[in-house]
């Protein structure tokens, strides 16, 4: 290809670029690319389109998919380009192919054999690239395709290849384990392979492994141990360092893996010490990734078995974390703090103010990173003040997601450790109320249980006043409008259960709220049935209890209007209702007792009670029952004998078939015959068990007593007197239709509390209060200086918060220093960087093979003052020369192009940058704006941000 | 697999890189990238540089005119993902020298080039800036 170079690009690709770029607005942006379709699928398909236009061209599809149109008219040309010679084009392809297709698509079989290809080429790019799309585009049915083949490239003299060889082994293990099961040895084999590059990568499919099968892989600890060793001593490569921390990607890896290995795992733990000890005693906590190595060796303490040392080191660096000005690592803090309380939960309390901190923190991200904290810390006695913050700052929310999370803890820290019934009811009423439809219907039907049921603790009396205290803070909630159906539901259930049972409301009070309730989710059948039930609840408790029963106006309208619904449940319900007034008190105790929703109900499967009145219609000549498997037995056999008849005439056989049919039919037990078959068949219904069924069962015969035949039916009986915790709801009507809930301006007086904002100075004695209710136990000599610090604190906030963004723009440039040296010394040292460090690089691998094997070299390695020079001196120095050039032949001759030499290489980029890249010193610089305006792009027009040094 | 997906963003909320590291449909990606940019965006300097959003946290990171957006999911460690990003753009400034947006857009190819060798499998594996660079230098010569 020569002097035109892959990476040319036309006028017409600039341009699309440069109009893109400075498209206003969405809208503008979609009609660039629309007319950006329509060229292409022209264009595309046009013969003998030179390589690199073709390149242009898919790159062009790229932008396409990126900004969201769909450009799969050009697949097939990506697909295409994968075969093409050159590695550019080639790797581009690749790139496109892997951005665009999932593993499952139809045209990935045109690719498998192209990577089979690849994976075999000399040149160690190519394979390189083809494995990058082993790694996005093998599904499990294509992974026997290219595995020997990846298998084999383990062993390539070339660490970028094996580094990728493994990671498409990772890939696989990902898509399906089984696929490399009997090749875990050659991830131990890459273990110990001697460019830490490879290392590497292997710690990623060990980590999955290890996560998968802690026990198969604890005779490494030693090794992973020994090899953070040398890492966190600067044995590896330079070129690994980032910010002078030695690897520190890998370090944290290994600590992660470590983190698996040693949790519960006492001799495994203690040959970690050491080595996470050391670690934590280099800490850098000046720099961000210093904090980052720092937190999982946090994470890694938290997870072992316990050491009293590292768990000190680690609250250490846990109360830096929180003292910390930036909210990154107060979030981090927060995490860490999560994790090590498991362990020693005394450690929350040192950090109780810091916590609280960062609870009010407008920061969103912190403030739930603290939520989750607290959840994690709740006991007993705090519990009151946590679950109240969760709710207002659950109300405070709009994202439905993290509402249902945190209205689901909420519940559960209730149902835990609530300290009184009416707390418990009160907290369930404010999660109702404000998440309510979010919440899971299983929640609610908890709700119901445990008031019915009780806490068991204190005896019947306490159980009725938690009931009482229902019953009034629900009858005072239906005022509000707009509650949520599960909320409504469970008031509807209450209130018909134990509306009345305390004598202090009136069964009219209570019928008229229901009545209420129904008309105002007049689209809510299954609210509508709740409040249904409960009326005949309530009136059939005035019947029993000998009072004269008064239908409310309202409430006969309403039932009119029921015993016409559409809804066959509902209309049910309504007759049934009717039905149960007309009784006299007896049946009425007998159907309804007061009170009985947690007795058991004794189901008489084989429904003995109507044994004489069988024996009675047997003997006035009615048939006796037949058992359904029987009849339906008989009925095939009648048609099997119809079949016969036919059969003759057909001279189709059917003897064959007939035999097995009543053999089979009676060998099973009748017991195990499904119900789902049974015909249901209209009968008088019986009292308690039936009358809420929509079908009764059949009477069966006495000697099929204990037959699981009816129990379904029977299921369904219980979903209403059953033990409500359990049942789904029986209704047919769909429970779906359901108001979104929204912000129900409901006030408490509990939040109120909370929500009014006081003067700051207050607020820091009201932050000290909390502390003391949210960690209890803080002693008072500990709380007393604190505050004071807290006053202090509070009054000079706002100072703080515009501190911080200084704090963190000095933080930016200072880390850029290092590998990005101040202009000047950028200047001196560029010119080699752009035209030597390429062909440099390579044997930058190489060096830290030799880093890691020589431990002499390891001295080098110590930290020097001076920063970049250092750098500079160790990337361009080290390199021996000689090696060098030999290699470099040796590498390009892969490419095809042997006879480019180093200064070649240098004077090719140099000549490329003039068409299209801007190199790093100044002279690039000006030939990049020099085109780019000629282009028409430049920083006066409309965009000029895409100007801006990123790093700048 | 921590990292789930890299987008660059800039400013206006325009997207320069998309690269996912699992299958999402075009629409689901469209849906994605504009709930998270609408999130991320309208968040200022001194907050945190981490957002939770539906089962993915987000790093985010700004430089000049463009976001990094990097979507992680629960077990990663946040700081390391910040300064992964950084890593990523010191090494696009190595290659490109005072790396601007408009290096990105029109050498798309090599952002994404870099990001292969950077990024497999949704793991970080190679943070040599000379390894990650060596193959783009190696092409780039040869063509």
Redesign the interface.
């Known amino acids: 290809?020569g002097s035109q170079?892959?990476?040319y690009?036309s006028k017409e690709f600039?341009d699309l670029?440069k109009s893109?770029?400075e498209?206003r607005s969405?809208a503008e942006?979609d009609r660039i690319v629309l007319s950006e379709i329509e060229t292409l699928k022209r264009r595309i398909s046009e013969p003998d389109i030179p390589k690199r236009k073709m390149k242009e061209y898919i790159?062009r599809l790229?932008?396409i998919?990126?900004?969201?149109?769909?450009a799969s008219f050009g697949y097939i040309h990506a697909v295409k380009m994968t075969h093409d010679d050159?590695?550019?084009v080639k790797?581009?392809g690749y790139?496109a192919v892997t951005?665009f297709l999932?593993?499952d698509h139809d045209l990935i079989i045109l690719i498998v054999n192209t990577i089979q290809k690849d994976l075999k080429s000399d040149n160690y790019?190519v394979v390189?690239a083809a494995l990058?799309a082993v790694?996005k585009l093998i599904n499990e049915e294509t992974i026997p395709a290219v595995l020997p083949q990846v298998v084999e490239l383990l062993g390539h003299p070339k660490e970028?290849v094996r580094?990728?060889a493994i990671?498409a082994l990772?890939?696989f293990y990902?898509k399906s384990p089984s696929s490399v099961s009997h090749l875990i040895s050659n991830f131990r084999k890459r273990l110990c392979d001697n460019d830490p590059?490879v290392m590497?990568?292997t710690l990623?499919p060990f980590f999955d492994l290890i996560a998968q099968d802690v026990n198969s892989y604890k005779d490494l600890v030693i090794s992973f141990v020994s090899i953070l060793k040398q890492v966190a001593e600067r044995r590896l490569?330079k070129?690994?360092d980032?910010?002078q921390m030695p690897?520190?990607?890998?370090q944290?890896k290994l600590l992660?893996i470590l983190a698996l290995l040693g949790s519960g795992d006492k001799q495994a733990s203690e040959t970690m010490y050491t080595v996470v000890g050391d670690i934590f005693r280099k800490r850098d906590s000046s720099s961000?990734?210093g904090?980052?190595?720092l937190?999982?060796c946090i994470?890694c303490v938290s997870s072992i078995y316990p050491n009293t040392k590292l768990l000190d080191s680690a609250a250490d660096a846990i109360s830096r974390f929180l003292k910390s000005d930036s909210?990154?690592?107060?979030?981090?803090g927060i995490d860490a703090l999560g994790r090590l309380i498991k362990i020693s939960p005394e450690i929350a309390e040192q950090h109780q103010l810091a916590v609280i901190d960062c609870l009010e923190d407008p920061?969103?991200?912190?403030k739930?990173k603290t939520f989750e904290l607290l959840y994690k810390m709740t006991k007993s006695t705090n519990v009151e003040v946590i679950v109240d913050r969760m709710i207002d700052y659950m109300i405070s929310i709009n994202d439905n997601?993290?509402k249902t999370e945190i209205a689901s803890r909420c519940v559960e820290l209730a149902e835990q450790f609530a300290p009184s019934n009416q707390w418990f009811i009160q907290t369930m009423n404010k999660v109702f109320e404000h998440a309510g439809d979010l919440v899971n219907i299983k929640v609610a039907h908890n709700l119901m249980r445990l008031i019915a049921e009780g806490f068991g603790e204190d005896g019947d009396n306490a159980d009725s006043k938690l009931r009482s205290s229902a019953v009034e803070s629900y009858l005072h909630i239906l005022g509000e409008p707009k509650l949520p159906s599960v909320f409504l539901q469970v008031i509807c259930w209450v209130l018909g259960e134990y509306g009345t049972a305390d004598g202090m409301f009136s069964a009219s009070d209570v019928t008229g709220k229901l009545c209420d309730v129904a008309e105002a989710c007049s689209s809510n059948e299954t609210v509508k049935a709740y409040a249904v039930t409960a009326l005949m609840k309530i009136y059939a408790f005035e019947i029993a209890a000998g009072r004269k029963v008064d239908m409310l106006p309202e409430c006969q309208s309403l039932m009119e209007e029921l015993l016409a619904s559409h809804s066959t449940d509902l209309q049910q319900r309504a007759y049934e209702l009717q039905a149960v007034i007309g009784l006299d008190v007896h049946a009425v105790e007998c159907i309804m007792p007061p009170d009985a929703s947690c007795e058991d109900i004794e189901v008489d499967q084989g429904f003995s009670f109507l044994d004489g009145y069988i024996q009675e219609a047997i003997e006035k000549g009615a048939q006796p029952y037949i058992p359904e498997s029987e009849r339906s037995g008989l009925l095939n056999m009648g048609k099997f004998r119809n079949q016969d008849h036919h059969e003759s005439s057909h001279g189709l056989r059917f003897e064959a078939y007939e035999l097995p049919m009543p053999a089979v039919q009676s060998r099973i037990p009748q017991a195990l015959i499904p119900s789902t078959e049974m015909v249901p068949v209209p009968e008088p219904m019986y009292p308690r068990e039936t009358d809420q069924t929509p079908v009764s069962p059949i009477p069966s015969n006495p000697s099929n007593a204990g037959s699981a035949e009816l129990k379904l039916r029977l299921d369904e009986v219980q979903q209403k007197w059953g033990r409500p915790t359990y049942t789904p709801e029986t209704s047919t009507s769909n429970s779906t239709s359901q108001k979104s809930v929204n912000g129900a301006s409901a006030v408490n007086s509990t939040r109120e509390a909370y929500a009014s904002r006081k003067p700051q100075v207050e607020i820091s004695h009201e932050k000290q209060k909390l502390a003391a209710s949210l960690f209890g136990g803080s002693s008072k000599p500990e709380k007393r200086p604190a505050t004071g610090h807290k006053v202090s604190k509070a009054s000079s906030h706002m100072v703080e918060?515009s501190h911080?963004?200084n704090s963190?723009?000095e933080v930016?440039p200072e880390?850029?220093a290092p590998?990005?040296p101040p202009p000047d010394l950028l200047d001196l040292g560029?010119p080699t960087?752009?035209s030597t460090?390429?062909?440099?690089?390579?044997f930058?691998?190489l060096e830290?093979l030799l880093d890691t094997t020589q431990d002499a070299l390891a001295a080098n390695s110590a930290t020097t003052a001076s920063r970049s020079p250092d750098v500079m001196a160790l990337?361009y120095a080290d390199t021996p020369i000689g090696i060098h050039n030999k290699d470099d032949a040796d590498?390009?001759s892969g490419?095809?192009?042997p006879s480019?030499t180093h200064m070649a290489?240098a004077t090719?980029?140099s000549r490329?940058s003039q068409s299209?890249?801007?190199?790093?010193?100044p002279k690039?610089?000006l030939e990049k704006d020099a085109l780019?305006r000629q282009m028409g792009?430049n920083p006066s027009s409309q965009?000029p941000?895409?100007?801006?040094?990123?790093?700048? | 697999m921590g990292i789930r997906f890299i987008l660059m963003v800039n400013k206006q909320g325009q997207t320069r890189l998309a690269q996912y590291y699992e299958w999402l449909t075009l629409e689901e990606r469209r849906a994605l990238e504009g709930e998270i940019v609408r999130k991320c965006l309208a968040r200022n300097e001194q907050q945190c540089s981490f957002v939770e959003h539906r089962n993915y946290k987000i790093v985010y990171r700004r430089y000049a005119s463009l976001f990094f957006l990097v979507g992680v999911d629960n077990e990663e460690n946040e700081l390391a993902i910040l300064e992964f990003i950084h890593l990523l753009v010191e090494t696009m400034d190595r290659h490109f020298g005072n790396v601007c947006e408009l290096d990105i857009m029109f050498h798309l190819e090599k952002a994404h080039f870099m990001l292969e060798e950077m990024v497999m499998n949704g793991s970080v594996v190679e943070t040599s800036k000379a390894n990650i660079l060596s193959p783009i230098q190696l092409m780039e010569k040869a063509s």
């Open positions: 290809m170079g892959g990476f690009q600039l670029v893109i770029g498209a969405k942006e790159l790229v932008y998919e990126m900004l969201g149109h769909d050159s590695l550019l790797r581009t790139l951005l999932n593993e790019l390189c990058n790694c970028a580094k990728k990671m990772h890939r990902q590059g590497g990568a990623c490569s070129a690994y980032y910010h690897a520190p990607f890998i944290i992660k961000n990734i904090n980052a190595v937190y999982e994470c909210h990154n690592l107060k979030y981090m920061n969103d991200t912190l739930r997601h993290y918060k911080v963004p963190s723009m930016a880390k850029a590998a990005q560029e960087a752009t460090a390429p062909s440099l690089d390579p930058k691998q830290g990337l590498l390009l490419l095809s192009n480019v290489g090719a980029r490329l299209s890249s801007k190199g790093s010193n690039d610089s780019v792009v965009n941000n895409m100007f801006k040094d990123l790093l700048g």
